[in-house]
């Protein structure tokens, strides 16, 4: 599923949070969810440049803060537009 890394950027503008804000704000979240993901700002800065997709539990933890921000319309992935049919 191909990551949408603007959202992430649109996340922190919207909840006025750094990269470092953000990090230590899923840090929280992961271990209230019993994941054990280390976050931090090189981390962030990754998905918003498009140079690492997050792993699925960190995709979960995003759209938990963003609904809790009151940001619920942002999407983290990007659904496949176009699919190739197969015709048995």
Partial sequence: MPFNSK???ELRKRANLSQTDLSELLRKYSKS???????DKSLIS??????EGPR????DLLY???????HKDLKFYISP????????
């Fill in 7 to 9: 959202a992430v950027c």
């Fill in 46 to 51: 990754k998905w918003e440049n498009d140079n």
């Fill in 56 to 59: 699925w539990e960190c995709l």
């Fill in 64 to 70: 938990i803060v963003a609904k809790d921000y009151g």
């Fill in 33 to 39: 969810n019993r994941y054990n993901i280390k976050f």
């Fill in 81 to 88: 537009t176009k699919y190739k049919s197969i015709k048995r």
